[in-house]
């Protein structure tokens, strides 16, 4: 949303944009962005009333009583809503229906308001008012901080269209754009939260279908499908499969490695240490709820591909990232599998029961075992292996507004260049 709206913006000139000399055909396409900035409009209403009540103001106020009640969360963040809902609210164009939001369009301008438009419908998921529980206040100043940037840009493309047969201008623009500046303001007093951009929905991964793919890629294929269809919980037979499979793999990519990236080769033998003690450890567990039979074929299909790849095969950085992204949500998920399986009794243990000696006079004495429940999860080792040196370590999340927001808050403050100047270039 941020990028197309910052793409807009740097587009001064717009009527020839819209069509050639022909003001019906102006009026048309004016209508259709009308009903895509409704789109916006409605999702910036929706979004600074979710992040309204944590919003706090940090401009220093006079002292008040503490103990009487205010329902008053900062003056301007209250005052863009209210100005929000105003436009909202006014407007006589419809929104953009599902199929025009997904139909793309061969202008230009009107492609990046269907793309803006489209990014705030699917935005309207990740700010609904039941997901407002699990904001924090800095999250909420960082969603209002977006609402008011993206409401300026709003009120600066809206004088620019407003050439436009049959435009209408947003209700009440001038209030819309001092409330947007004032609550940019005051957010920017406080510190925000960026880690809200990792929160909200995401698209369902899907395995990748079809043949498999060449060389490398074929290898990647697989393992990115293992990791799909470790979703469901696999029998302790097919999870012995699996966590060995991971083992063979995670050797055969040493040597790969070891000629583009030593670091990584070194923390990928500490992974097949760790995956040769799980598997010995997984002995002395059984199980025969779940299936995991599609992960075992994945598993066994990676391992394969791999030892038919070249030994004089180099492979590229960028690869060796895709595998070890792969590697840490498989790593995290079998981690899971390992947990799950024995919270919900799936996989028992095996123990030696004893017998007394009998007088039968065989040199042999079988060993008489069985399997029992797990009492605790810890009493594993398996299960400390997992939590021990198995599962990743949480990385930090990135404070960093992202390139989005700057090119945003770049574009608001561009302005083009005055006619007849003179660029700096290097002369002769």
């Not at 269209?161 to 209700?171: G, H, I, K, M, Q």
Request: with cysteine.
């Amino acid at each position: 949303m941020r990028t197309e709206l910052a793409a807009l913006l740097r587009q001064h000139r717009v009527m020839h944009r819209l069509a050639a000399d022909s003001s019906p055909e102006r009026a048309k396409v004016g209508q259709q962005i009308l009903r895509f900035r409704r789109t916006l409009v409605v999702w910036c209403a929706q979004a600074i009333r979710v992040a309204q009540p944590l919003t706090f103001p940090n401009i220093p106020q006079k002292p008040a009583d503490p103990f009487r009640a205010t329902n008053e969360h900062g003056a301007a963040v209250s005052e863009l809503a209210r100005a929000l809902e105003l436009a909202r609210d006014q407007a006589t164009t419809p929104t953009a229906s599902s199929r025009e939001i997904a139909t793309p369009n061969l202008n230009d301008v009107v492609e990046h308001w269907r793309l803006a438009a489209r990014a705030a419908a699917l935005a309207e998921h990740d700010t609904a008012p039941d997901l407002a529980v699990h904001l924090t206040a800095a999250q909420a100043r960082t969603i209002a901080g977006d609402v008011a940037a993206i409401s300026q840009a709003l009120v600066v493309l809206d004088r620019r269209y407003r050439n436009t047969p049959d435009w209408e201008p947003l209700a009440g623009c001038d209030r819309l754009g001092w409330a947007a500046l004032a609550t940019a303001l005051d957010v920017s007093l406080g510190q925000p939260d960026y880690s809200v951009d990792q929160t909200g929905w995401r698209p369902r991964t899907k395995p990748i279908r079809g043949p498999a793919k060449p060389g490398v890629l074929g290898v990647l294929q697989a393992e990115h499908n293992l990791l799909v269809r470790l979703k469901s919980i696999p029998n302790a037979m097919n999870l012995r499969l699996i966590v060995d499979s991971q083992r063979l793999l995670t050797s055969q990519l040493i040597p790969y490695a070891e000629r583009v990236d030593p670091e990584l080769a070194e923390q990928w033998r500490t992974r097949t240490a760790t995956y040769s003690r799980i598997q010995r450890e997984l002995r002395n567990v059984g199980g025969r709820l779940g299936n995991g039979a599609g992960a075992t074929a994945e598993a066994a299909n990676a391992v394969s591909r791999m030892k038919v790849l070249p030994s004089a095969t180099v492979i590229e950085p960028r690869m060796l990232g895709g595998f070890q992204t792969l590697f840490r949500r498989i790593d995290e998920r079998i981690s899971d599998v390992l947990e799950s399986g024995v919270e919900r009794r799936a996989f028992v243990q095996r123990v030696r029961v004893p017998r007394p000696v009998s007088g039968e006079g065989r040199m042999v004495h079988p060993v008489r075992e069985r399997f029992v429940p797990v009492a605790r999860a810890a009493d594993l080792e398996v299960i400390r292996t997992a939590r021990e040196h198995l599962r990743p370590r949480a990385e930090p999340a990135a404070a960093s507004p992202g390139a989005s927001r700057v090119d945003l808050h770049a574009a608001l403050i561009h302005r083009p260049p005055e006619k007849g100047a003179q660029f700096d270039v290097p002369g002769l």
